[in-house]
């Protein structure tokens, strides 16, 4: 079977859902880009970084395949986020306690 | 045809694929990590000197920076439909969706490089000559250099291994359906997307509030 | 051993004897050999650095070296010590050789990224020479800030490429180990039958890929403000140097966990075959490895609690720091009811073993000791501190990695050591080890500060009996390096299973073949199954171990 007869639907099956992904994240980037000369104050930046952490999600769940992959695929990816939560935590005691 | 993308101990290319895609999950964990550290410095100096890091935020390229994103987000999205094609057997579009990839990251990069010289001509390096006198402003910059410089370096490793697919798939052309190392560098590939986007709001969305 | 060789097959050793063949080599087996050469010659350049710094400090005064030569001795020892020794020396020696064997596999996942690994260690060892030929660094191993950055004159730069460099070493170790243990397991060995050195990698492997990042990053900082003049941790351009010991702590904590880890898997082996018995709490001593990996990376804080963090970091730190504490008692505790009714045998891994025992006990005591604010405010920068690490690096660590070394020499090499002069020098040691760092706690109590060239005459009764110490110490260490290396040329041969061991890498020849095993090896249903549940310990064997 040559590639150019391969059926659209092959075609739309591997496009389907990245396209889509793509298109939320390109939204997404919109949104975060404008809500960034919107007054908020302190919350600028927690806004910012919470469509920031969505759009990885996005990626690693749609891209990297993490949604339908091995749960042992999910523990290894959490474990990055999760040690950083621990420096954060801990350097905190001492930077916001000071 | 499978025995021929064996390496040894494996015997069975399942399993290797397998043991490659967790295998490069736990890299991408120091990975994730190493930009970790920088996150902390970030936080910790903008919370000390925040008027300082809204001033010299405000001195970075929106425009560059947001094209840059779209372009990452875009090159992972031909990534993402390599990887799909391959594990399709529609060769050909896989090919050329890397092609895509290699051509966005090669792009993200001549950008950058315009970037920076812009940054260069505005005296954004700290040191002497740095514009902005605010508290900390300098501090901003110093790890817009670093961040941007070691995640550049990264994207330089990934279009390395992109390339090693694309020659490798050229001289092979089932090459692509038979490896098991397309999903890693896709990951890797990936993983660098996501340190930009989160690089995308501490560096450029910062003090973009007139005011 | 599962049936007869076959006819005509070279074991690993004699499988190739080109340069290109070692050079090239994706056995694990002859990349653990590789890594072993480059950290015994590191081993004794620390070394030779630490004797030169013992001999100044025979006398009160500054009279061998020069300040600057002083400060430049002990960081080089420091540095060497930490990055090139330690931090490879079990995971990369005895882990990459036996972690296969172990689980009953060819090799390791990725045996390119293996030889990746060694040449990687090289180039940072290159570095690291070229570090000691620029006329060296003298900063302390820690690199602190701001001196590292803007005041040292020494090749920081170098040092710290040196060090970047070899933690991706780490790292890629670290992948490979536990990619391994996931997915290479041979059918039958399931994870609550790996023995416990198996574990042990594993434990360390997850510190090596989440910490050594983090130290990587740390050090690029310090080379970006040093040679590009980027402030990060210049306080007159409003940098923090608090930033940098936060985040480089946050590695070398969780890294002298690298260092013990496997230390500890190695003792779990050696005690079960000499005490012939099953290793008690075999869940516990699993859970043990586990919790310190995971526990270690939240204490990083007990190193900083003189240099201005909050108080209430402090008081955080050092409650996580007594925590830590549990499970490595719990294994103490495991590991001496372990010999509790057992057929014990003093064959020289075993002495070292006992040494083990005793001397990281001491160590993780005064670690306590050390946890505890008041006190690490007294003893803080004194040789307290440094005497309490050194029983568990040197008295820990590198006894456990000499006790393994000789336990399974016979397997990597098919020979047999003098089993009198190991046993002679490992006693030896023992007491030289003791002599030379027992005193170092009560000076450093009295307040003997560490690091200083020159200090006062009371202290002098110390010194030298600590400078007399590592005399003793060193001329036992080259012991092993001689008879070791002797033994290789002799004819006296190992079978299999010299020791009538359990674990599946003595079910294969003396050195084993290139792919590991002959025959599947057979996975015992229970790990360490020295004899029958409740049962008395049956002996077949002669004294001194050989087979009746």
């Known amino acids: 079977m040559v590639e150019k007869d391969r059926s659209r639907s092959d075609l739309q099956k591997i496009w389907l859902k990245p396209l889509l992904t793509w298109t939320c994240l390109c939204l997404l980037l919109t949104a975060t880009c404008a809500l960034a000369y919107v ?39 959490s474990a990055g986020p999760i040690w950083i939560f621990i420096l954060f935590v801990l350097m905190g005691t001492d930077y916001f306690t000071r | 045809m499978s025995d021929a993308y064996l390496h040894p101990p494996w015997k069975d290319l399942n399993r290797q694929h397998q043991a490659v895609t967790f295998g490069m999950w736990v890299f991408l964990a120091s990975e994730v990590l190493l930009f970790g550290g920088l996150f902390a410095g970030y936080t910790i100096y ?52 890397l092609m895509a990839t290699f051509f966005l990251g090669v792009l993200f990069l001549i950008l950058k490089g315009f970037e920076y010289r812009e940054d260069i001509q505005k005296g954004l390096f700290p040191g002497h000559g740095f514009p902005l006198t605010a508290a900390g402003a300098q501090i901003f910059f110093s790890f817009y250099w670093v961040m941007t410089g070691i995640h550049a370096l990264h994207v ?9 697919l694309i020659i490798a798939s050229a001289r092979n052309r089932e090459w692509l359906a038979g490896s098991t190392s397309e999903e890693a560098t896709a990951l890797y590939w990936h993983l660098v997307d996501v340190i930009w986007i989160i690089l995308y709001p501490l560096l450029y969305l910062a003090g973009r509030v007139n005011g | 051993m599962n049936g007869p060789i076959p006819v005509g097959r070279p074991d690993y050793l004699r499988d190739g004897s080109t340069l290109r063949s070692w050079l090239f080599t994706t056995d694990h087996k002859r990349i653990a050999i590789l890594f072993a050469i480059a950290i015994t010659f590191f081993f004794f350049v620390g070394g030779a650095a630490i004797t030169i710094v013992r001999m100044e400090l025979v006398t009160p005064a500054g009279d061998l070296v020069s300040d600057d030569t002083y400060n430049k001795l002990f960081t080089i ?42 040449y990687l260690y090289m180039a940072g060892a290159s570095f690291t020479l070229a570090m000691l030929v620029l006329g060296g660094v003298d900063t302390g191993w820690t690199f602190y800030t701001p001196y590292s950055t803007m005041f040292s004159n020494g090749a920081v730069l170098v040092a710290a490429g040196g060090v970047l460099i ?36 594993y434990a360390t492997s997850l510190v090596m890929v989440l910490a050594t990042p983090v130290l990587a990053m740390t050090l690029v900082l310090v080379m970006a403000e040093r040679w590009l003049g980027l402030p990060f941790f210049d306080p007159s351009r409003g940098g923090d140097p608090l930033l940098f010991q936060h985040l480089f702590w946050f590695y070398s904590h969780p890294a002298v966990y690298i260092m013990i880890l496997p230390a500890m898997g190695v003792v779990s082996e050696i005690i079960t075959c000499f005490a012939r018995r099953r290793l008690f ?66 064959e020289a891994p075993m002495l070292y073993a006992f040494g083990f025992l005793g001397l990281f006990t ?54 047999r050591y003098p089993e009198a002069w190991a046993r002679f020098a490992a006693i030896l040691m023992f007491f030289g080890f003791n002599l030379t760092f027992f005193p170092q706690f009560v000076m450093g109590y009295l307040g003997m500060p560490r690091r200083y060239h020159v200090y006062p005459p009371e202290f002098q009764v110390y010194h ?31 079978g299999p299973n010299p020791w009538h061991a359990k674990g599946l890498e003595w079910q294969t020849t003396s050195p084993p073949p290139r792919l590991n095993f002959d025959r599947q090896p057979i996975v015992p249903n229970v790990p360490y199954d020295y004899h029958p549940k409740g049962g008395p310990v049956e002996r077949e064997e002669t004294a001194n171990g050989d087979a009746a």
């Open chain 3, 281 to 346: 709490g075999y869940s516990f001593m699993v859970y043990a490895l586990v919790a310190i990996a995971v526990i270690g990376f939240f204490v990083w804080g007990h190193h900083m609690f003189v240099s201005g963090q909050s108080a209430y970091a402090n008081l955080v730190f050092s409650f996580l720091s007594f925590m830590v504490a549990v499970p490595s008692a719990i294994k103490v505790f495991n590991w001496t009811a372990t010999l509790y009714r057992g057929s014990i045998t003093f």
């Open chain 3, 464 to 494: 030298v009996l600590s400078s007399g110490g590592a005399a003793v110490l060193g001329a036992a260490y080259l012991l092993p390096l001689a008879y070791l290396l002797v033994s290789l040329f002799t004819n006296e041969r190992a």
């Open chain 2, 156 to 164: 330089t490793g990934g279009l390395a291994a992109v390339l090693r």
């Open chain 2, 46 to 97: 903008r919370d000390l000197y925040s008027r300082g890091f809204l001033a010299a935020g405000h001195q970075t390229s929106i425009v560059f920076g947001t094209i840059n994103t779209a372009i990452l987000m875009t090159s992972s999205l031909t990534m993402a439909v390599a990887g799909r094609a391959a594990r399709a057997a529609l060769l050909r579009t896989a090919r050329l969706m």
């Open chain 1, 39 to 77: 007054p908020m104050g302190p919350g600028n930046l927690p806004v910012s970084l919470l469509i920031a952490a969505i759009k990885a999600g996005l990626v690693g769940a749609v891209f990297m395949r993490l949604a339908e992959d091995a749960p042992l695929n999910r523990l290894a990816a």
């Open chain 3, 362 to 415: 001491i160590g993780g005591l005064t670690g306590l000791f050390l946890a505890t604010v008041p006190i690490d405010i007294h003893v803080t920068d004194t040789y307290f501190v440094v005497a309490h690490f050194h029983y568990i690096m040197v008295g820990g660590a590198v006894s456990a990695y000499l006790g393994g070394l000789h336990y399974w020499w016979p397997k990597i090499t098919g020979k």
């Open chain 3, 77 to 118: 020892h420091g540095i060497i010590m930490v990055w090139f020794f330690l931090i490879p020396s079990i995971p990369a020696t005895l882990g990459n050789f036996l972690l296969p064997l172990m689980i009953g596999a060819e090799d390791l996942a990725f045996p390119r990224i293996n030889l990746l690994s060694w």
């Open chain 3, 166 to 201: 070899s933690g991706f070493s780490s790292i890629l170790t670290g992948v490979n180990f536990i990619a391994t243990t996931h997915t290479l397991r041979t059918p039958g060995m399931t994870w609550f039958r790996l023995p416990l050195f198996v574990w042990a990698m």
